[in-house]
């Protein structure tokens, strides 16, 4: 017995140095996440004065010769490309520029420097319909008429302008939905040579108020009325008759005595 427990000590012994001389594995790596991403930035050529981007309500920029931002347009409607670079192609009250500005009547042209746009395909344009104003003069070269101090386009547009047209006018007419009253309010009447449509103002958005809600009163539960209860008349007792009398009689066929129906002293005879 005493062997047994030697030959078991020593094997938890030997197990134990065995043990303690291999070194432990290494525990694994905790994973670690991953970076944000960056956020996608851009470097946006732009030639003259635009609105600023990044944030609401930030403000015009008022740079006049061509010039790079970090960013790219936030409302591309608004803007026309010239090869690399961007022209604003709106109105520019409506984001802040204080500056002078002229008012000019349906689509016409922009004024571009053809040094800094040397590889635009054609001319770029201005879509918006109707009244509304520019930070710039007007162009100079043929073109454009002055009528009332409103500056209309009366010369041809380009095949491939009048195709992109449409879509570019719906464009940029949806960005300034928000903005009618801003634009200039002229009364003047287009010259001849005009080929555009008189712009009607849109009207301001109808705010429809709903009904209040219909208020239904029940009707109260019909009052049922239980009849009477019906009298129970209580008649007088029916009288009690007595037949017969005191006196002497024979019965049937006579016979002494008292008797009701012949009762009395004496006797029945048949």
């Given at each position: 017995?005493?062997?047994?427990?030697?030959?078991?000590?020593?094997?938890?012994?030997?197990?134990?140095?065995?043990?303690?001389?291999?070194?432990?594995?290494?525990?694994?790596?905790?994973?670690?996440?991953?970076?944000?991403?960056?956020?996608?930035?851009?470097?946006?050529?732009?030639?003259?004065?635009?609105?600023?981007?990044?944030?609401?309500?930030?403000?015009?920029?008022?740079?006049?010769?061509?010039?790079?931002?970090?960013?790219?347009?936030?409302?591309?409607?608004?803007?026309?490309?010239?090869?690399?670079?961007?022209?604003?192609?709106?109105?520019?009250?409506?984001?802040?520029?204080?500056?002078?500005?002229?008012?000019?009547?349906?689509?016409?042209?922009?004024?571009?420097?053809?040094?800094?746009?040397?590889?635009?395909?054609?001319?770029?344009?201005?879509?918006?319909?109707?009244?509304?104003?520019?930070?710039?003069?007007?162009?100079?070269?043929?073109?454009?008429?002055?009528?009332?101090?409103?500056?209309?386009?009366?010369?041809?547009?380009?095949?491939?302008?009048?195709?992109?047209?449409?879509?570019?006018?719906?464009?940029?007419?949806?960005?300034?939905?928000?903005?009618?009253?801003?634009?200039?309010?002229?009364?003047?009447?287009?010259?001849?040579?005009w080929q555009g449509v008189v712009w009607v103002a849109p009207p301001e958005p109808t705010v429809v108020v709903a009904p209040p809600p219909s208020v239904v009163v029940a009707a109260p539960p019909p009052v049922v009325v239980a009849p009477p209860t019906p009298t129970v008349v209580i008649g007088a007792p029916p009288p009690v008759i007595?037949?017969?009398?005191?006196?002497?009689?024979?019965?049937?066929?006579?016979?002494?005595?008292?008797?009701?129906?012949?009762?009395?002293?004496?006797?029945?005879?048949?």
């Open positions: 017995m005493r062997e047994r427990l030697g030959i078991w000590l020593a094997s938890v012994l030997l197990t134990a140095s065995v043990s303690a001389a291999k070194p432990a594995a290494p525990l694994p790596a905790a994973p670690t996440a991953a970076p944000p991403a960056a956020p996608p930035r851009g470097k946006g050529r732009f030639l003259g004065a635009h609105p600023l981007a990044g944030r609401a309500n930030a403000g015009y920029c008022y740079i006049d010769v061509p010039h790079v931002h970090d960013y790219l347009p936030d409302r591309p409607a608004l803007y026309q490309q010239a090869g690399d670079a961007y022209v604003f192609a709106g109105d520019p009250v409506p984001f802040g520029y204080e500056g002078d500005k002229t008012v000019f009547y349906g689509h016409h042209p922009i004024p571009v420097d053809s040094d800094s746009a040397t590889s635009a395909p054609g001319p770029t344009f201005c879509f918006l319909k109707g009244p509304h104003y520019h930070d710039y003069p007007q162009p100079e070269g043929p073109g454009f008429k002055v009528k009332d101090n409103v500056i209309f386009y009366v010369g041809a547009i380009p095949p491939p302008v009048a195709a992109s047209r449409p879509q570019l006018e719906r464009a940029i007419e949806a960005e300034f939905r928000p903005y009618v009253a801003q634009r200039p309010q002229v009364v003047v009447t287009p010259p001849p040579e007595f037949f017969g009398g005191r006196g002497k009689g024979k019965g049937w066929k006579g016979g002494h005595g008292w008797g009701h129906f012949g009762g009395g002293k004496g006797h029945w005879k048949h």
